[in-house]
């Protein structure tokens, strides 16, 4: 099955539960006939840990001694600068409570006739066993989790339970059940240790057929046809108005409510789908199954539908955190927050390309939210105006906490251009046009670079002082240091792309003289794109983070076509850097640079590494290390991006067919993507040739390049080597020769 998951037993760990979403509520299913259980998450649940009224230290009037003191030769210098700033995580994030449906009967392992299953074209996962059936969705409509159990003669027993793993002792910790004519209203509130504020969760059950009672700390339900339970998590101070929420929850049975839903998530899904040619004789296994066969093409197939279904799942009111929406666990990794030096962007970068706007308007709603801080970041860090994003956020606040020598992500200035730029190509992909609100944020971004490069090498070039890459440092001194090589890039099409989006403000010619001025990349005595554009700082080539490369992915301001020589010399910087400690976003990046450098071989090689290394669960979310080792969604949320990035690339004014296609696909169709100049695309390919169908939503002229050893032919082209003329409304078909 292309478009959905399952596996012939119930889950018994968090991490295999199968997934539902709408982007502000998330569910977790096992799918245990004997213990129907199913955590809810909620996106605004973080647990107040003392950051939550930080703000940036106020450090500029300590700015100008530390770029004199890096400038002249000091390596250590910046070791000193935000010493007395607090290194507090963000709020950690953590799941609400779980709805338990206890039986007497179990269900522990395989067995003939059961079947736990998630649609990902209507975000519904069931369970089945013999009369048993459940099933789980999560309203986009509606804005609930929703849950159906049938069973002649169903008598089990019902609770909100809150005792999950890493739960604090210390919770405060309240109950409510009142009986009603056809059911139940549970309510469990719950406060944060030495505070106000808390959550509740309030559940209405309605049971046909049988007998409810009181029971403990729930209701005991006996004899009943079916169970039907609506839930919703409201977080804040104080205690809120039980009966109002309860009232405030829909009424109508659980078919009209999947109906209601079903609309707008079919919607969203269903635009873009990756079939491969030799998937089908695998398509119906368990995902489980698959898992075991790292090279079947039936995998790549599912993970990358299961990559959209979860991404889109977990993007609303907020995008993906580490762990997207779920958690089982009170004890999230990094608190489960927004990482967003490298796992944000990486998670979202399939948003435009993929046909999922919902994704992308879920990343400008954290910005927007944010922007007020970043600037508050800007002038305490800097004494600058603009902004300047945090390496990490809880959703709440975008004031940076994170101070520490060894990675003192504090001076890490490149943030909000690379925060920008999904939003920039999801414009490009829409109307072609940035919104109001987007132009509004890229002038803070320029107008920070303003105030901030106002010092010059020794060749009157402006120096990036201090400079970080994240989260690496040079051989031979400090993090903190000068010309990092994503700063100087991020810092340039910050500049430019302001003054071009931005023509009228008063500055926009100074942002082009200052952008010129910038320096120059640097190629080292490897040949390779130096990750420091300063004279002397070594590499240090066995990472994870690729920041050096963000000229290549995902600006494509060094390309192989307008920028060979640069080019060559980020694909050498590419072939010696290490993988470190094997992290599933390190190898995804690397992936998406190699894709855009056309090295297929490089491509595969980090697909195949991802594949067969036990990063996927049975949920067909990732972990973030091999063996499973930590949950987080950076492979299930990038590896679209992946998929689509070596079969088809665009630009404003470009299209690749075919860049770097793995060797695990072969054959296969690829079908609505969606480019940076504004035209829908399908896609066929196979060793005799591929085709592509353009669908302009407006005109446009294109650059069109194929992949090595390709060639458009005339009869449907025209002639190949002159730019693609693209009329709105004017459906073009390209066909290329065989490989």
């Not at 998330?26 to 009224?53: C, K, Q, W, Y």
């Not at 993970?303 to 958690?327: E, K």
């Not at 036990?614 to 590896?639: E, G, I, K, Q, W």
Request: charged letters at 20%.
């Amino acid at each position: 099955m292309i478009d959905g998951t399952w596996e012939p037993c119930p889950a018994t760990r968090w991490e295999d539960a199968f997934l539902s979403g709408n982007g502000r509520h998330g569910a977790m299913v096992f799918g245990d006939p004997a213990d129907d259980r199913v955590i809810v998450n909620h996106h605004t649940l973080v647990r107040p840990n003392g950051s939550e009224g930080l703000r940036a230290p106020e450090l500029a009037d300590r700015l100008g001694r530390l770029q004199d003191a890096l400038l002249s030769g000091d390596t250590k210098a910046a070791e000193d600068f935000g010493a007395g700033g607090p290194l507090v995580w963000v709020q950690p994030f953590h799941p609400a409570f779980r709805t338990r449906v206890r039986r007497t009967r179990g269900l522990h392992e395989a067995v003939a006739g059961y079947r736990r299953e998630v649609d990902f074209t209507t975000g519904e996962v069931t369970a089945s066993y013999e009369a048993w059936r459940s099933g789980v969705f999560v309203s986009r409509a509606d804005d609930v989790v929703v849950q159906h159990v049938t069973d002649p003669g169903l008598t089990a027993d019902l609770v909100l339970d809150h005792v999950l793993p890493g739960a604090p002792a210390r919770l405060a910790v309240g109950r409510s059940t009142v009986l009603t004519p056809d059911g139940a209203r549970l309510a469990l509130r719950v406060g944060y240790p030495g505070g106000e504020f808390g959550y509740t969760g309030v559940t209405v059950a309605r049971v046909d057929g049988g007998r409810v009672l009181v029971a403990g700390e729930g209701i005991r339900i006996e004899g009943a046809r079916s169970l039907t339970l609506t839930t919703r998590v409201v977080r804040g101070a104080g205690r809120p108005h039980l009966g109002e929420l309860w009232a405030g929850l829909p009424g109508e049975d659980y078919a009209a409510l999947l109906d209601r839903h079903r609309t707008p998530h079919r919607a969203a899904y269903g635009r873009a789908s990756f079939t491969l040619r030799d998937a089908a004789p695998e398509r119906e296994l368990s995902g489980s199954e698959l898992l075991r066969d790292p090279t079947s093409p039936a995998l790549l197939e599912r993970l990358f539908a299961a990559g959209r279904y979860h991404l889109l799942s977990a993007s609303g009111m907020l995008p993906p955190r580490l762990t997207g929406l779920w958690t089982g666990d009170w004890d999230t990794a990094w608190s489960g927050a927004f990482t967003t030096n490298a796992n944000l962007n990486l998670q979202v970068s399939s948003a435009a390309a993929a046909a999922l706007p919902e994704v992308t308007e879920a990343h400008a709603a954290l910005v927007q939210g944010q922007l007020a801080d970043w600037q508050e970041n800007a002038r305490a860090l800097f004494g600058a105006r603009g902004i300047v994003a945090p390496s990490h956020t809880d959703g709440a606040s975008g004031h940076t906490r994170h101070f520490q020598r060894a990675y003192p992500l504090h001076l890490w200035t490149a943030g909000a251009d690379w925060l920008l730029q999904p939003l920039l190509e999801n414009a490009e992909v829409t109307t072609g046009v940035p919104d109001s609100n987007l132009v509004d944020a890229l002038v803070q971004a320029a107008l920070f670079y303003e105030d901030f490069l106002s010092r010059e090498d020794p060749d009157g070039r402006l120096a990036i002082v201090p400079s970080y890459s994240p989260e690496n440092r040079p051989a031979n001194a400090s993090w903190g240091t000068v010309n990092a090589t994503m700063d100087i890039a991020a810092a340039r099409h910050a500049l430019t792309t302001a003054a071009e989006h931005a023509p009228a403000h008063p500055s926009a010619g100074l942002w082009r003289s200052l952008a010129a001025r910038l320096p120059e990349y640097l190629m080292n005595e490897d040949g390779a794109l130096a990750e420091w554009a300063w004279p002397g700082l070594r590499e240090t080539y066995d990472h994870r983070h690729l920041s050096h490369l963000y000229p290549v992915w995902p600006l494509d301001a060094i390309n192989p076509y307008d920028t060979p020589e640069l080019a060559t010399a980020a694909h050498r910087a590419l072939e010696l850097r290490g993988s470190e400690n094997d992290s599933a976003h390190g190898h995804l990046h690397q992936a998406l640079i190699a894709a855009r450098l056309r090295d297929a071989s490089r491509v595969s090689a980090a697909l195949g590494a991802v594949l067969g290394g036990d990063f996927f669960h049975d949920s067909l979310m990732s972990a973030h290390y091999p063996s499973r080792n930590v949950y987080n969604a950076d492979a299930a949320h990038t590896l679209p991006a992946v998929v689509i990035e070596s079969l088809v690339q665009s630009a404003p004014g470009r299209l690749v067919l075919l860049p770097a296609v793995p060797a695990a696909c072969p054959a296969g169709e690829l079908r609505g993507v969606r480019t940076r100049f504004g035209a829908h695309l399908d896609l066929r390919w196979s060793e005799d040739g591929a085709t592509a169908v353009l669908r302009p939503t407006r005109d446009a002229v294109v650059d069109l390049r194929t992949g090595d050893g390709l060639a458009l032919t005339e009869t449907s082209a025209g002639n190949p080597t002159a730019p693609l003329e693209l009329t709105a409304g004017v459906d073009r078909v390209l066909t290329l020769g065989p490989r």
